[in-house]
């Protein structure tokens, strides 16, 4: 069905799209910036090269290349050119020019029974105005505009007048949901962005799906006082209750099997060396792939940090600030994928991802897989971000011999059966 991706040219355009779009701190590739619209010019640039394929915007700015087989029916391989400030080579790129590699490949082939795309997904990382996923969220139907619309960066540009300077209506931006008719199946590949699989010594994993997200302000009310005049018995210090009630946020998660508890911020009042804080607030950000797991973990940091605060002589608030369910991969393309990538590394193993990925948007609307590749430290959104050169080859190899199978399986019900 189809030919060899040509992994190492795709490795020689990863390092092109680098140096044309990063500088010495990393990438910077923000969505709706110059520098990423280079990004995307350059991707046209080499679809152009296939006389086949027919290259379009859709309504929220996502990019899609079409490669026509006997039926409308499609298989669409997706990433994200955008990156964070500063950041690396591989995140989201990876997923773009690897389906560019795969792409060319069917491109090659003799017959193609179904349609294959590919989907440059814009702004999934939400680096300028603080949505993620926004691309793909609009075409998944999720997005609400009313609540994007009046999101503003840094220099109070709001989003509405960005995405319009690139021709994106925010009030039209779901109409891109006709992008997913005839869709049979989506695939991403990524970097994992953890330790995981470098832990094990492995080169490529299968995703089960992203983390569910429970974030929260929590604000602890004491009574500040001198430090030199107040008796330790006397005292409601709302920062040892933030204190504590972190610590316990954290042993819990430690209890549990694959979750994530973190602080990420605290700030006390009046945070002035001669004084204990009669205010403290703390940013709680939880995760877990069992909606089950997600909702105990939170009930039990609720509970602890009351039972603590009233120890110290403090009351407790608690405000959310997002909450994202769990969302589950394909069962059936998972099984696909572990045969794989059992096949070209020679054994597969199955994980969360803590990061959203534009692949769980698709998850909520289409049958949706996704393959990790192994980061070198655990290590991204930052310059230092790198996978092995063999693991990146070997994952756009992984990527194109799932899109084969899943193309068969769309086409007759069965997956292709793996190479002697």
Request: proline fraction near 4%; charge should be negative; hydrophobic fraction near 50%.
């Amino acid at each position: 069905m189809s030919a060899t991706p040509d992994s190492a040219r795709a490795l020689v355009e990863l390092r092109e799209l680098a140096a044309l779009t990063s500088d010495e701190q990393g990438a910077q590739r923000i969505a709706w910036t110059p520098t990423w619209a280079a990004a995307r010019a350059w991707l046209r640039e080499r679809l152009a090269e296939l006389d086949d394929v027919a290259v379009q915007v859709d309504a929220a700015g996502n990019l899609w290349a079409t490669l026509p087989g006997e039926s409308a029916r499609s298989v669409v391989l997706g990433g994200h050119l955008d990156s964070v400030p500063n950041g690396g080579w591989l995140d989201g790129a990876l997923g773009t020019i690897g389906s560019l590699a795969a792409l060319r490949a069917f491109a090659a082939a003799p017959r193609r029974p179904l349609t294959i795309r590919l989907v440059d997904w814009a702004d999934e990382e939400g680096a300028r105005f603080g949505r993620s996923l926004l691309g793909s969220s609009a075409c998944a139907g999720t997005l609400d505009p009313a609540g994007v619309r009046d999101l503003t960066d840094r220099d109070g540009v709001r989003l509405a007048d960005a995405l319009a300077a690139h021709g994106v209506d925010v009030e039209r931006m779901r109409d891109a949901g006709a992008e997913l008719r005839d869709v049979a199946a989506y695939l991403e590949l990524h970097i994992e962005q953890g330790p995981v699989l470098e832990r094990l010594g492995l080169p490529l994993g299968v995703v089960l799906g992203t983390f569910g997200v429970e974030r929260h302000r929590v604000r602890f009310s004491g009574a500040h006082a001198h430090a030199g005049a107040t008796p330790m018995d006397a005292r409601r210090d709302a920062f040892l209750a933030a204190a504590r009630s972190a610590l316990a946020l954290r042993d819990e998660a430690a209890r549990r099997d694959d979750v994530r508890a973190t602080t990420g911020s605290v700030t006390v009042v009046p945070g002035i060396v001669t004084a204990f804080n009669g205010a403290a607030e703390l940013s709680v950000d939880q995760r877990a792939l069992e909606a089950a797991e997600l909702a105990a973990l939170l009930a039990h940091a609720r509970e602890a940090s009351e039972q603590i605060a009233a120890e110290e002589g403090c009351s407790v608030a608690w405000e959310r600030l997002l909450a994202i369910e769990p969302v589950p991969f394909d069962g059936e393309l998972m099984a696909l994928a572990d045969a794989v990538v059992a096949e070209v590394a020679g054994v597969s193993h199955r994980l969360p991802s803590g990061p959203l990925h534009d692949a769980a948007e698709m998850a909520r609307v289409l049958p949706a897989a996704m393959l990790f590749v192994r980061s070198i430290g655990g290590v991204s959104h930052t310059k230092e971000e790198d996978s092995s050169e063999a693991d990146v080859e070997l994952s756009i190899r992984a990527l194109h011999e799932l899109a084969v199978r899943t193309a068969t399986l769309a086409e007759h019900g069965t997956a292709v059966a793996p190479n002697p």
